[in-house]
């Protein structure tokens, strides 16, 4: 008889023996370090996750990621569907729903908000038909490096590669995050009934400090004084990719961004930088990328109704794969 219970850390080695099994996940010390910086470690909360198990076999594996938004001044606790798997042998057994309808029931007792994700168009009907509602795209920006830049990226239509391309461009971004509470302070508030991530110095420096992710920073301004930004380089197909994961920058200070951007693109060689944010912030010279990126899904658990997309104030740091 299928049993589910809550996991522990206890379960990490046969946890890990599943993703490799499922996910293509590598037995080593880099995937348990990943996992442990992502589920463990986060300041946001550690992850909760549930197990379905067979006379003591591992079938499945279930988790949220903690996450916090923020909207006009509340904290809006939420979990990011990430990480499940099912052994081959037990596939078709309806163990994916019934871990997250567990979880679900879970979450609210705990009165998490929402859960969110960003499935592809082969797990988005199975989220859909158990109460996820398609939220949109939020809006992608693009800067080519130059014209044939420009080709590789209008041509790199496949998946990004999980793991970072190495870059002396900028610095360490645990180094350049140092001290981000001041720069957080000097941003402008988000427009009534936006949600943004509730981001502080210690999400910051959890967020992008594993080092095999290898994401950097660049200053915006003369020695940074009006901010930085956050990004990092992977391959997409034929590209070399810049992706902007986040944009930490002071108000008024967009031709100090676009200088930033022509900087790390110069530096790292990049084919182009990507990012997300709204298209009418043209200053910063990336340039509006219809009908693509990443699909938002949202589910209510204790919030009853969906934000429309463009309440969304979402970086790519926010919502890419990790």
Partial sequence: MTEVRPATEDDLPRVLELLQATLGWVPDAQYEAFFRWKHLDNPFGRSPAWLAEDDG???????FLRWEWERDGEVLRAVRAVDTATHPDAQG???????????????HSEGVAFVFNTPNDQSRPGYLKMGWHDVGRPPVRLRPRGPRSAIRAVTARVPADKWSLRTDAGVDATEGLRGVGT???????????????????????????????????????AG????????????????????????????GSDAAVRRAIASLLAASRADYAIALGP???LGEGLLPLPRQGPRLTWRAVVEPVPTPLESWHVSLGDIELF
């Fill in 57 to 63: 076999r591992l079938l499945a594996f279930r988790t």
């Fill in 93 to 107: 057994r309806g163990l994916f729903r019934t871990l997250t309808m567990h979880a679900l029931d879970a979450m």
């Fill in 224 to 251: 940074g004084e009006d901010g930085l930004i956050v990004f990092r380089l992977r391959r997409r197909g034929p590209a070399v990719e810049a992706a902007v994961t986040e944009v930490l920058a002071s108000p």
């Fill in 183 to 221: 720069v957080l302070a000097r941003r402008s508030p988000a427009p009534p009934g936006a949600v943004r991530t509730n981001h502080t110095e210690a999400s910051l420096l959890w967020r992008y400090g594993f080092g095999p992710l290898a994401y950097r920073a660049v200053p915006v301004g």
């Fill in 279 to 281: 298209a009418r912030r």
